[in-house]
C-alpha cells in the first residue's frame, strides 16, 4: 500500500530529552513536511523540504531539528530546547509545489511530556 | 501573511440534514484550496482539492466550491450521516508559504 508511515503512534518523553519522530513515505513524493497541532488550534509548520539534503525552517521551527538524508525518510527530532513539546505531530508529503498539488498525511505521532 | 478561518467552529445537527461549512483566506495568491477530515487522534484525510483556476469539485455527498476573489470555500455535505462526524478542515496551497490550515469545524451528525 502506498502511503506514509509515522512512528510511533505514541512517544513520551522526559523533561530534558530529545526524542525523535519518525515519517516515511512511498509515494515517491520529493516534498515532506512536519505539522505541530494543539486542541482548538490549526496545523503549524515546524519544518518542510522539498528536496533530498535541502529543508527549511516553518513558522514554529525552534527547539525542532529535520534531516532529509533519503527522498522516502524525514524525521523529526524534539530536542530539549523546546519547552512545550507536547502536542500531536503529524508528517505530509506532495508531488512538487504546482497547481494539482495534493497533500497527503500519515496517522500522527502523539508526544506528551511525563 | 495568509491566514485562514473556518466558521462555523461546531455544529451538531440530526441525520439527513444538509450542510454548509465555510472557509475564508486574505490572500487570493493560492495554487489550491483542499478540504480535509480528521476522526479523533488520527492522521488528516484529503477529500477534495480544488485548483485555483477551478470554480468547485464534487465526490460523493460532498461539493466544494471555491471564489478565489473573495478568499471563500464552501463545503457542502449533502444528507448528513452519522459517520461524517468529525473535524473538517481546509488548507490552502499557498505562493511561497506552502499549506496553510484554518483551525477546523467541528461536525457532529445525531443519529
Known amino acids: 500500500d502506498g502511503g506514509i508511515t509515522q512512528s510511533p503512534k505514541y512517544l513520551f518523553r522526559k523533561e530534558g530529552q530529545n526524542v525523535t519522530l519518525s515519517c516515511e513515505q512511498n509515494?515517491?513524493?520529493?516534498?515532506m513536511y512536519w505539522y505541530r497541532q494543539d486542541p482548538g488550534q490549526g496545523l503549524r509548520l515546524i519544518y518542510y523540504s522539498q528536496i533530498v539534503n535541502d529543508f527549511q525552517k516553518g513558522d514554529i521551527a525552534e527547539g525542532y531539528s529535520v534531516s532529509r538524508e533519503k527522498k522516502e525518510s524525514f524525521p523529526l527530532t524534539v530536542t530539549s530546547a523546546q519547552k512545550n513539546p507536547t502536542a500531536f505531530y503529524l508528517c505530509?508529503?506532495?508531488?512538487?509545489?504546482?497547481?494539482?498539488?495534493?497533500?497527503?498525511f500519515g496517522q500522527g505521532t502523539r508526544l506528551t511530556v511525563v | 501573511k495568509q491566514e485562514v478561518t473556518q466558521i462555523p467552529a461546531a455544529l451538531s445537527v440530526p441525520e439527513g440534514e444538509n450542510l454548509v461549512l465555510n472557509c475564508s483566506f486574505t490572500d487570493s495568491a493560492i495554487y489550491n484550496l483542499q478540504w480535509f477530515r480528521q476522526d479523533p487522534g488520527k492522521g488528516l484525510t484529503s477529500l477534495l482539492l480544488i485548483q485555483s483556476s477551478q470554480r468547485e469539485q464534487t465526490s460523493g455527498r460532498l461539493n466544494a466550491s471555491l471564489d478565489k476573489s473573495s478568499g471563500r470555500s464552501t463545503l457542502y455535505i449533502a444528507a448528513s450521516q452519522p459517520g461524517d462526524s468529525a473535524t473538517y478542515l481546509c488548507a490552502v496551497d499557498n505562493y511561497g508559504q506552502n499549506f496553510v490550515f484554518g483551525p477546523g469545524t467541528r461536525l457532529s451528525v445525531l443519529p
Open positions: 505530509a508529503s506532495s508531488l512538487p509545489r504546482t497547481r494539482n498539488t495534493e497533500a497527503f
Open positions: 509515494l515517491n513524493h520529493d516534498a
